[in-house]
């Protein structure tokens, strides 16, 4: 089983840049893939970014070429840099770790994109 928990959130102006961590409980070398995932007020939950073994990313188009999504193993950390951020950036941010057989979600971290 895997525990994660995101950090990095908080209150960014429009054209800032944030850098998220989803710090997990143990290795994340055996998961199959790590993402990144958000939820705007009074929307659906949206797929961001994932990325497989230590360097194939994929992205939403939303977010392609701000977003960047890396791995770090020794530190069972997954980052998500957000660069010229906007205000439809702003949801609460989701972890997400795919097992061979099992998905785990961390709480959330609180984005907010405003002047």
């Known amino acids: 089983q895997v525990q994660l928990v995101e950090s990095g959130g908080g209150l960014v102006q429009p054209g800032g840049s944030l850098r998220l961590s989803c710090a997990a409980s143990?290795?994340?070398?055996?998961?199959?893939?790590m993402g990144w995932y958000r939820q705007a007020p009074g929307k659906q939950r949206e797929w961001v970014a994932t990325i497989t073994g230590i360097s194939y990313t994929n992205y939403a188009d939303s977010v392609k070429g701000r977003f960047t999504i890396s791995r770090d193993n020794a530190k069972n950390t997954v980052y998500l840099q957000m660069n010229s951020l906007k205000p439809e950036d702003t949801a609460v941010y989701y972890c997400k770790a795919l097992g061979p057989s099992e998905e785990y979600w961390g709480q959330g971290t609180q984005v907010t994109v405003s002047s």
């Open positions: 143990r290795s994340i070398f055996s998961i199959n893939a």
